[in-house]
């Protein structure tokens, strides 16, 4: 099992339609959840961090966090085709080390 | 705004040349990282520094060497290199449990 599972899709929905992007991860003791874009090509630049369990919202993203379940997931509402990249799931592990884990990502195509 | 820089950009190279590709920050962060993707791929840690004279081998097993002898600075070396380096290479930093902010990369094509 990875430690940071995501489905390498592609996910494609509508112009308009809200996306949703999950992340599974297998550290319980993970501190910090982060969720990149990347364009083809180019680095991966970041949307959103979330600590705490729960929603976080900004602008057209909301990042939710289930930490019993392990799990994170990215709502994008209102998708562009501007929004059509990849996106990484990232988590920094348990105290003591300070390495980030990426998950494989998930490309999303918004049809216009 | 993210301020971390790589050179060069685009490297062409012939097998068994050194190169070393470069990699600043101005934001004082203490941790560095350098991270290989093949296209479509995911991201492989390689190396990393939790600060000055401080390096870390990362998860994918690598032929290069960094050293960190300034806080902004941490160059990769590889001694020979080969068409299997034939990768991107990304540079990121970070301070604290904060977020890692990302180079524009060097795209290193070995022929």
């Known amino acids: 099992q990875k430690e940071v599972e995501q489905n390498s899709g592609p996910l494609s929905v509508p112009e308009g339609a809200i996306a949703s992007l999950n992340c599974t991860y297998s550290?319980?003791?993970?501190?910090?959840f982060f969720w990149y874009r990347q364009y083809s090509g180019k680095s991966p630049e970041l949307i959103m961090f979330i600590y705490s369990n729960g929603d976080k919202e900004d602008g057209r993203f909301t990042a939710q966090l289930n930490k019993a379940s392990q799990y994170v997931s990215l709502l994008i509402r209102d998708s562009q085709p501007s929004d059509s990249a990849t996106y990484l799931c990232?988590?920094?592990?348990?105290?003591?080390?300070?390495?980030?884990?990426f998950g494989t990502g998930t490309r999303l195509k918004v049809l216009a | 705004e993210a301020d971390i820089y790589q050179t060069p950009r685009y490297l062409v190279i012939g097998t068994g040349k050194k190169i070393t590709l470069e990699c600043s920050q101005t934001m004082g962060h203490d941790k560095m990282y350098w991270y290989q993707q093949d296209p479509g791929m995911e991201l492989h840690l390689i190396h990393y520094?939790?600060?000055?004279?401080?390096?870390e081998k990362g998860d994918l097993s690598s032929e290069s060497t960094v050293s960190r002898i300034r806080t902004e600075h941490f160059p990769l070396t590889l001694e020979s290199a080969r068409p299997s380096h034939t990768s991107q290479y990304l540079c990121?930093?970070?301070?604290?449990?904060?977020?890692?902010?990302f180079g524009p990369g060097t795209r290193l094509t070995v022929l």
């Open positions: 550290d319980r003791g993970s501190q910090s």
């Open positions: 990121a930093s970070n301070e604290g449990l904060a977020e890692q902010f």
């Open positions: 520094s939790y600060g000055v004279n401080s390096t």
């Open positions: 990232a988590v920094k592990g348990t105290s003591g080390t300070y390495k980030y884990i």
